[in-house]
């Protein structure tokens, strides 16, 4: 399988969260719809979360690109929902209830005989005003160990760049394990578009991976980013700052309060290779950043 | 003016923090003086806090050689930037809470620049504002042989009460910390070359940042001073845009001395003269704890409050 393609069927560990950043109806259909038609041959049921776009419209726009969406529909094994009228019609956006609301669609595919659920979700509500929108960050960097790892579950996220700001979708997408490029081959990273702040599930342990600066600007990266990290499993979980740059008094104070709750949990959240800027705030403040565990 | 401070005024009768200067010609006068003040204070089992320059601290610890229980600062290197003398003392005395610190703080000595002594002033007039009401006393030794007679005046200005020939007298030219520190706000001179200059809003501290980085390689501080003046800067600019109507001007150039300087400059106020002058939690997000690590890194913090906004300059010194 080559890095750029994707498998329908859940590859194992927790690889089958998938993004895609799109712009026009072409790939749109390279990559949604192709998505959905090979999910609906494997046999899985395919859940298609839109925007803001009725399901009726969304089964013709499925059609249009080639895909038997009218009979899969008709089925039950298609099933399309607008955002709006699913999972945000309880605000603010909450990761836990989307936790909670995955493994019991994964439960009633398997129930009704499918061998999983394929999702597909248009996130272009991010880039409006939705309460809880903030949350998307720690929502799409907790998906990886709390849903993918444990359910017959694959989504494809889909970032529309007609209407998400490339910064936006850069931070996004990089919190997903696999990306999928809608020309069917891999797309040349935009360096005008690489989030001042990104986080990167880490694949060799259990953690993440800043880059970038940690400041007042991208305060709310960083807050989704230790969110997340707080819900990753095990005792011990790891924050690679080798592509961090510069973390700010606030940023050095946020990390310390994570390690020391996770203390208090009895975890241990351990900090590798720091900046320069983060060892001389633990310096003034040697105190309070005692529950700071740092590898050079 | 009337002074409206909640708690008893320094200087009054009623306050019990003493805050004296003590005019001294020589070594000799300094060590009688310092030294009975700092026996006085241990017979009485007060905590002792001496932070004088290292010169004057060799000689005071050569005399109390009985005296173990003195905590000794060189004040050219914990007192280098005045702006962080007050938090150093705040500390001690939060320390012996319950108990009455007794300190030995000399901020201005021969040699300091003009910046400095101006900043020293206002951190002069600063301690009776911060410590009205406290149970404390702060001894702040001047040299009138040394000093220019106008500093001589200002200590008059900003101590409550003064010690020379052996004798304490209230001082009639004492003023509220509020009059000392507003005619400490004098215009700042121009650089001599034209400062590379970077506005900036909300958004461009990661841009900000490259921009002092780069251009602090082309000085002569070493890389690990480098690191503390961006931080300095990013905490500086950070204030701006939350404090200090959302954007700013950043100015950068090296003095005629090879002093690094950056001027941050926004539409903010100082509403508290006081904020960065106290050791903040780190976890406090409100309360001057930028202003504070602004003063821990820098050499020296000059603040300009006017009516249309403030002024920073935070100065570095390649060593």
Same mark, same amino acid.
């Given at each position: ?296 | ?69 003195? &905590? ?64 404390? &006393? ?5 040299? &009138? ?11 008059? *200005?900003?101590?409550?009460?003064? =010690? ?20 400490? =706000? ?67 150039? &090296? ?15 100082? =509403? ?6 106290? *050791? ?40």
């Amino acid at each position: 399988m080559s890095s750029d393609g994707f498998d329908p069927v859940r590859p194992s560990g927790g690889d089958g969260h998938l993004c895609c950043a799109y712009a026009g109806e072409d790939e749109w259909a390279r990559c949604a719809a192709v998505f959905v038609r090979d999910a609906l041959a494997g046999g899985r049921r395919v859940v298609y979360f839109s925007d803001t776009a009725a399901p009726e419209a969304v089964v013709e726009r499925l059609a249009r690109a080639g895909v038997a969406a009218r009979a899969a529909a008709d089925r039950g094994q298609l099933v399309v929902r607008r955002a709006e009228d699913s999972y945000l019609r309880r605000l603010p956006f909450d990761p836990d209830r989307m936790v909670t609301a995955w493994e019991e669609m994964c439960a009633a595919a398997v129930e009704a005989g499918y061998t999983g659920v394929s999702a597909v979700g248009e996130m272009a509500w991010c880039a409006r005003e939705v309460p809880g929108a903030d949350r998307l960050l720690e929502y799409e960097l907790r998906l990886n160990e709390e849903v993918f790892a444990r359910l017959p579950l694959t989504a494809l996220c889909l970032y529309d760049r007609g209407a998400v700001p490339e910064e936006t979708t850069a931070l996004l997408t990089a919190a997903h394990t696999r990306r999928l490029s809608p020309c069917g081959r891999a797309t040349a990273v935009d360096a005008r578009a690489e989030p001042p702040l990104g986080v990167t599930p880490l694949v060799d342990r259990v953690g993440l991976r800043l880059r970038g600066g940690a400041d007042a600007d991208t305060r709310v990266v960083l807050r989704g980013a230790l969110a997340a990290l707080a819900r990753l499993p095990g005792p011990v979980v790891h924050l690679d700052l080798s592509g961090t740059d510069f973390t700010d008094t606030a940023a050095v104070a946020a990390l310390a309060a994570a390690a020391g709750a996770e203390r208090a949990r009895g975890r241990r959240l351990i900090l590798h290779h720091p900046p320069h800027s983060l060892r001389r705030v633990v310096e003034l403040f040697p105190d309070e950043c005692g529950p700071l565990e740092m590898v050079p | 003016m009337t002074t409206t401070t909640a708690s008893a005024p320094s200087g009054s009768d009623t306050d019990p923090f003493v805050h004296p200067a003590l005019f001294y010609r020589d070594v000799d006068e300094y060590v009688r003086e310092v030294g009975g003040f700092v026996r006085a204070a241990l017979r009485a089992g007060e905590p002792v806090l001496v932070a004088v320059p290292g010169p004057r601290l060799a000689a005071l610890r050569r005399s109390l050689t009985e005296a173990p229980d003195v &905590t000794w600062a060189d004040m050219t290197d914990v007192g280098r930037n005045p702006g962080r003398i007050l938090s150093m003392l705040r500390d001690f005395a939060d320390r012996h809470a319950g108990r009455a610190a007794h300190i030995v703080g000399e901020p201005i000595w021969a040699g300091r620049s003009r910046a400095e002594i101006l900043e020293a002033t206002r951190h002069e007039a600063l301690i009776n504002a911060a410590f009205a009401g406290r149970r404390a &006393t702060i001894l702040c030794p001047y040299d &009138t042989e040394g000093l220019p007679a106008r500093v001589l005046s200002d200590a008059r *200005r900003t101590h409550p009460v003064v =010690d020379e020939d052996g004798r304490r007298t209230v001082s009639a030219a004492y003023r509220d910390p509020s009059v000392v520190c507003a005619d400490c =706000d004098l215009p700042l001179p121009e650089p001599a070359h034209a400062p590379e200059s970077v506005a900036y809003a909300a958004g461009d501290l990661a841009e900000v940042r490259d921009r002092v980085a780069a251009w602090a390689s082309g000085t002569a501080l070493t890389p690990a001073r480098r690191v503390d003046f961006v931080l300095a800067v990013n905490e500086a600019t950070a204030n701006s845009l939350a404090h200090g109507g959302g954007s700013g001007t950043l100015r950068l150039w &090296t003095s005629e001395h090879g002093t690094v300087v950056a001027e941050i400059r926004d539409r903010g106020r100082l =509403d508290d003269p006081l904020a960065g002058r106290r *050791r903040p939690a780190l976890a406090s997000a409100t309360g001057g704890r930028g202003l504070w690590v602004v003063h821990q890194l820098c050499d020296l913090v000059e603040i300009r409050a006017t009516g249309t906004g403030l002024t920073l300059r935070l100065h570095m010194t390649p060593s």
